[in-house]
């Protein structure tokens, strides 16, 4: 059974330093992996979505990872801003179906 | 906007009400689902829909009851909840098959149980 960890659950940087968030994965065979983020109270936006032949994305002052070998993901945010304050979710899709799988979230706050 | 539209934004039921929460979709994506978001914990999948069929039913109590009269619209039957479904409930939808295939969410139902 799949599962995705995300550490730390909570962060807090001051404004212009880069954030760092890990997404973790117990089984390497997905076919993908989404970053979303959501505000309190809000539905989910997508960020970034890596395909497992892909290494890495990148949008903008985002920049997402993806190491399969090792079960991991990391969503770079640079030069952090107030309104980057919100929580991160990863989802993974396993290779053989269309669910995604979710970690809990890192909660981020950016303090000016 | 995302193109996933959610009704009502927030829901204050007692334990003997029925409501529906209604999401429709404008991207033309085959497949609709069902979340639930609870405090702290990860979103859990309650339903699948795919080209109108349930394909999956995550062991969901029968007090929720999920409906998809077509491809673009997906309703959530509540009837005799119980306080710990207070939660906020999201609909997303994405196209199912080979390819990237995002999912795209709606802004989600507040419900919260009395």
């Known amino acids: 059974k799949q599962e995705v960890t995300q550490i730390p659950a909570a962060l807090s940087v001051p404004e212009g330093e880069n954030l760092v968030l890990n997404c973790s994965f117990t089984d390497s065979a997905i076919y993908n992996l989404q970053w979303f983020r959501q505000d309190p109270g809000k539905g989910l936006t997508s960020l970034l979505l890596?395909?497992?032949?892909?290494r890495e994305q990148t949008s903008g002052r985002l920049n997402a990872s993806l190491d399969k070998s090792s079960g991991r993901s990391t969503l770079y945010i640079a030069a952090s801003q107030p309104g980057d304050s919100a929580t991160y979710l990863c989802a993974v899709r396993p290779v053989n179906w269309g669910k995604l799988q979710f970690g809990a979230g890192t909660q981020v706050v950016v303090t000016p | 906007e995302t193109g996933v539209t959610q009704t009502p934004r927030h829901l204050v039921m007692g334990m003997t009400n029925k409501k529906s929460l209604k999401c429709e979709q404008h991207?033309?994506?085959?497949?609709m689902y069902w979340y639930k978001q609870s405090a702290k914990k990860p979103l859990e999948l309650m339903f699948v829909y795919s080209l109108e069929e349930r394909v999956e039913n995550n062991s969901v109590p029968s007090r929720f009851s999920p409906e998809c009269p077509n491809s673009s619209h997906l309703f959530l039957h509540l009837h005799t909840l119980q306080p710990e479904d207070s939660a906020l409930y999201l609909c997303?939808?994405?196209?199912?098959?080979?390819?990237?295939?995002?999912?795209?969410f709606g802004p989600g139902t507040r419900l919260t149980v009395t």
């Open positions: 991207l033309g994506h085959n497949a």
């Open positions: 997303a939808s994405s196209q199912l098959g080979d390819g990237p295939y995002e999912q795209y």
């Open positions: 890596i395909q497992s032949s892909q």
